[in-house]
């Protein structure tokens, strides 16, 4: 049957290239519902942008569990070998708009939805195994300092290194990130992290803390800033492009997937705080043990219905999958759903690509969008007298993983230590000689934009992690023209 262009409710159209007119050169007539219709839907095209994470890339694919973590976890997902879950993954760059260069030196956010018959699970991760602050109330100041001046609506060298020289514990990241990891060469060849430290809740309710590690199977390869310069002018959108034609030719990317596992006591006893997103822990101390792998092997049909209206949270967990104390994680829980609802409306759970595959089953009711049949006929309070209204399961740990916690509330700041400045100081000296070089070309190349006070600051901050490293980007400026 012939595909018949309609309006909107399904009218059929007799002519999309000529609007009625009243006689041959009068004006347009209100009564062309077709053209109105259409008008008015492109005028309503745009949504926000995701005020972090804009530009985007994703793909379908699947986990399949490889080693048996059934002991540790009661996640029905993860509860046999061989078990394959369908996921979606969305990779970005974090302070670009949605127009801006898939080469940025920026962290790659790196989101995977599992949809598991228990609801969907997000891992909401980087392709850094650390993050630049851990309160969450720095985070939106933070990113105003990576994006735009609020004056010039320029890029702004001061605003970066001021806030970042000002809070040293970003030391460890901000050497990844002006690293040649901080260019990766498209999404294919770069590793995920949940950064975070996570729980994972066995069946007697008792939990281990875990750290997920995504590791590429097309190897490692990052870019020069030369590269990856060159590229921000050439093909802005590599990185969108190499994902979606390995995807279509059959060369489907993956992920071997590893946990590293902290049992609970050991988490009062360790040398610095677990729950801290600037430090890693290190493999020596908790090996990397396989748990599965990530495969994507197909694209998205639409870019805006998958790509954009996914909706990823951390909050987003299944039963025996928990958030641990960590206090920026803690601030993510809220902060997702929140802008969420904001930026796809408060049913963004309904949009197919949000929706688990498993049932949803609650009392919320309308709202705009609500597209899902709204719970039908079914009550829509509790308690209530009515067979047919869902229950509760009063499985204790269902949705949270209980604990004992005790003390008085105040705002307990981190102390800053020098084992802060120790594991920037390890990934310098762990770095070959090119590496280092790159590094300090990288560093000097952008903190040069930045004023004397800021550099010397920010130079500090370096020499701290390692004397050489401090000395080297000092004397790297010195040699270009820095900002008087
Ligand atoms: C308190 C700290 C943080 C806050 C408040 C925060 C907030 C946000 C917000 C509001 C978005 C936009 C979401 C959307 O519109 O769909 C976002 C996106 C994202 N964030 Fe964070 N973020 C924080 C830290 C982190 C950290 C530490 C990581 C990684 C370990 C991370 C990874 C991501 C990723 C991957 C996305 C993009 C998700 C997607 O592809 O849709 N964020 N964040």
């Known amino acids: 049957m012939a595909n018949i262009l309609t309006t909107s409710n399904g009218n059929p159209v007799d002519n999309n290239q000529t609007s009625i007119t009243a006689g041959e050169n009068g004006p347009v007539l209100i009564s062309d519902f077709h053209l109105i219709d259409k008008l008015a839907h492109f005028d309503r095209e745009r949504i926000p942008e995701r005020v972090v994470h804009a530009k985007g890339a994703g793909a379908h694919g699947y986990f399949e569990v490889t080693h048996d973590f059934s002991k540790f976890t009661k996640a029905k997902f993860l509860n046999s070998l061989g078990k394959r879950t369908p996921v979606f993954l969305r990779f970005s760059t974090v302070g670009g708009e949605k127009g801006s260069a898939d080469t940025a030196r920026d962290p790659r956010g790196f989101a995977i939805k599992f949809y598991t018959e228990e609801g969907n699970w997000d891992m909401v991760g980087n392709n850094t195994p650390v993050f630049f602050i851990r309160d969450p109330s720095k985070f939106p100041d933070f990113i105003h300092t990576q994006k735009r001046n609020p004056q010039t609506n320029l890029g702004d060298p001061d605003m970066f290194w001021d806030f970042l020289s000002l809070v040293p514990e970003s030391i460890h990241q901000v050497t990844i990130l002006f690293s040649d990891r901080g260019t990766p060469d498209g999404y294919r060849h770069m590793n995920g992290y949940s950064s975070h430290t996570l729980k994972l809740v066995d069946h007697a309710g008792r939990f281990r803390y875990v750290k997920w590690h995504f590791k590429t199977d097309q190897g490692n390869k990052t870019l020069t800033s030369q590269q990856a310069g060159k590229l921000a002018g050439e093909d802005p959108d590599y990185a969108t492009r190499d994902l979606f034609n390995a995807i279509a030719r059959g060369d489907h990317p993956s992920w071997t997937v590893y946990l590293q596992v902290m049992e609970a006591e050991d988490a009062l006893k360790y040398r610095f ?33 998958e790509t954009e209206q996914v909706a990823f949270s951390p909050s987003h967990l299944v039963p025996g999958i928990d958030a641990s104390v960590d206090r920026m994680l803690q601030g993510r829980l809220f902060s997702y759903p929140d802008t969420h609802r904001h930026r796809l409306g408060p049913n963004y759970s309904q949009i197919p690509i949000n929706a688990p595959i498993s049932r949803v089953s609650n009392h919320h009711r309308d709202g705009f969008m609500a597209v899902n ?16 209204s869902p229950r509760q399961i009063n499985v204790v740990g269902t949705t949270f993983a209980n604990e004992e916690v005790s003390g008085r509330t105040d705002r307990h700041g981190y102390v800053l230590t020098d084992d802060d400045f120790f594991q920037a ?15 300090i070309e990288n560093i000097a190349g952008h903190l040069k934009n930045a004023k004397l006070h800021i550099r010397q600051r920010q130079i500090a901050n370096f020499s701290r992690a390692d004397k050489e490293y401090g000395r080297r980007v000092e004397e790297g400026i010195a040699k270009l023209s820095p900002k008087a």
């Open 273 to 305: 705080n677990p729950f801290d997103v600037t430090k890693v822990w290190p493999h020596k101390d908790y090996p990397l043990q396989q748990i599965g792998k990530l495969v994507l092997n197909r694209n998205p049909e639409n870019y805006f219905a």
């Open 373 to 388: 049949g709204n719970g039908g006929s079914v009550p829509n309070y509790e308690p209530n007298s009515h067979d047919n």
């Open 425 to 439: 100081g390890q990934l310098y000296r762990l770095m070959t000689a090119e590496q280092r070089d790159h590094l």
